[in-house]
Antibody, heavy 116, light 110 residues
């Protein structure tokens, strides 16, 4: 069973770019789909997007103009970039594997605060 | 506003049976896409509870079960236990293969 770990800055200034990386251990990123999901404090889950093992991407239409997900197969990592962030982007960001049989496993999540 | 609609909260006493609904449309659940359910304990990442609408991972007790009818799905918990107190989310896909989450349901064990 793979383990996923998110990493990146915990504080981002408004209007700047949020960048996070998910490192996958115990399995290959060269199969399945890999998702980013976020959860604002006290609120529900919001799917951001996913990337396939071949590099094909799909984004939440509400975020697609600001989001990019990329794959680094040699490093067994995938990354999220979100531009022009505002306070509304403050959330716990999770990475997860999607084998089309549900998202499993998930990373532990990383809190990103957007504030000056 | 979530595309999949769940009740904000449900409650039950220990030993009772509770059901959490997840209402979609003909473009997602009703189109035949699988429904998955997640359990999120306080301060932790969500955990896959039910996949493929009715299947349970090997480490999930058989007290948890899933079903689907038409454009809705349900998660049923029998023999409710105090440790089941958590937030529960349903998830499916739309015709464009975008991932859809329900708004989440808080289960309180009285």
């Amino acid at each position: 069973q793979e383990e996923l770990q998110e990493s990146g800055p915990g504080l981002v200034k408004p209007s700047e770019t949020l960048s996070l990386t998910c490192t996958v251990s115990g399995g290959s990123i060269g199969i399945y789909y890999w998702s980013w999901i976020r959860q604002p404090p006290g609120k529900g889950l919001e799917w951001i997007g996913y990337i396939s093992y071949r590099g094909a991407t799909k984004y939440n239409p509400s975020l697609s103009s600001r989001v990019s997900i990329s794959l680094d197969t040699p490093k067994n990592q995938f990354s999220l970039e979100m531009t022009s962030v505002t306070a509304a982007d403050t959330a716990v960001y999770y990475c997860a594997k999607d084998a089309l049989g549900g998202h499993d496993p998930w990373g532990q999540g990383t809190l990103v605060i957007v504030s000056s | 506003q979530s595309v999949l609609t769940q009740p904000p909260s449900v409650s039950g006493s220990p030993g009772q049976r509770v059901t959490i609904s997840c209402s979609g449309s003909g473009s997602d659940i009703g189109a035949g896409f699988d429904v998955h359910w997640y359990q999120q304990l306080p301060g932790t990442a969500p955990k896959l509870l039910i996949y493929g609408t009715t299947r349970r991972p090997s480490d999930v007790p058989d007290r948890f079960s899933g079903s689907k009818s038409g454009t809705s799905a349900s998660l049923t918990i029998t023999g409710l236990q105090a440790e089941d107190e958590a937030d529960y989310y349903c998830q499916s896909y739309d015709s464009g293969l975008s991932v859809l989450f329900g708004g989440g349901t808080k289960l309180t064990v009285l």
